[in-house]
C-alpha cells in the first residue's frame, strides 16, 4: 500500500497523474503455491489501497502468473487481468481438469470424458491414453498423429475452463452477484475458503 501510495504522489508532483495507466502485481505464484490465499488477498486489497480514491476506477490492475482455482477469489477483489501458462504445466503432467469436480485428474485414471467443451468434442479419451503411452516423441504415432496434439488438447480443454470460470464471475458481477458466486465456487474448492474468512473479518 505505502509503495503505491508512493508512486501515486510522485505521479502527480511530476505532472503525470493524470496520464492513463495501471498497476501490476507479480511474486504471487510462490504464495499460490504454498497455498497462502490470505496473503495474496491482502497483497492486492493493500495495492488498491494505495490507489486514490479519485483514480481508482480508471487504474486496472493486472496479476501475474495465476489463474484456475483462484480467478474467482481475483475478480471478486476487481483485479481487471491476469496471466498464466499453468494450463499448460497441468497438461504436461498429463492433468485434465475435470468440470464436474472442478480438480484435477490424472488423464490415465480417467474411463470417460464428461466434459462437452469445443475441445472435448472431438477427443477420443481411448485414443488418447493410448497415444500418450506409446513410447517416443517428435514423431508420427502408431495413429498417424504426433504426441504433441494429445497434449494440446488437455492443455486447451484445462484453458477453456479457466475461461468458464471467467465468464461466470463475470456475469456475476454484471448481475452483483459477485459475492454469492464466490461462495458458491468455495463449497467445491475448499482451498480458498481461508481467504474468504480473512475476507469476512474485514469491515470494510
Known amino acids: 500500500q505505502q509503495y503505491v501510495e508512493n508512486v501515486f504522489q510522485l505521479m502527480k508532483q511530476n505532472g503525470l497523474a493524470e496520464y492513463s495507466f495501471g498497476l501490476a502485481i507479480g511474486s504471487i505464484v510462490p504464495l499460490r503455491g504454498t497455498k497462502k490465499y490470505e496473503q495474496i488477498v491482502e497483497l492486492i486489497l493493500g495495492a488498491k489501497d494505495g490507489i486514490p480514491e479519485e483514480y481508482r476506477a480508471k487504474t486496472p490492475i493486472h496479476v501475474f502468473g495465476v489463474s484456475g482455482n483462484i480467478i474467482p477469489l481475483l475478480t471478486y477483489l476487481g483485479v481487471d487481468s491476469f496471466d498464466s501458462s499453468s494450463y499448460i504445466q497441468t497438461a504436461r503432467g498429463l492433468n485434465y481438469f475435470n468440470p464436474n469436480t472442478n480438480h484435477l485428474q490424472p488423464i490415465f485414471e480417467m474411463n470417460s ?31 498417424g498423429r504426433y504426441k504433441s496434439e494429445f497434449y494440446a488438447d488437455i492443455a486447451l480443454h484445462n484453458l477453456e475452463m479457466d475461461y468458464k470460470t471467467l465468464n461466470t464471475m463475470t456475469e456475476a458481477i454484471n448481475a452483483d452477484e459477485s459475492m454469492e458466486a464466490l461462495v458458491q465456487y468455495a463449497e467445491s474448492n475448499p482451498e480458498i475458503s481461508g481467504a474468504l474468512k480473512w475476507l469476512a473479518t474485514k469491515d470494510d
Not at 485414443?127 to 513410447?135: G, P, V
Request: hydrophobic residues 35%; aromatic residues 6%; proline residues 0%.
Open 113 to 143: 470424458i464428461e466434459c462437452d467443451c469445443r475441445i472435448c468434442q472431438n477427443v477420443d479419451l481411448f485414443e488418447m491414453q493410448q497415444a500418450l503411452a506409446e513410447n517416443g516423441s517428435y514423431r508420427v504415432l502408431s495413429s
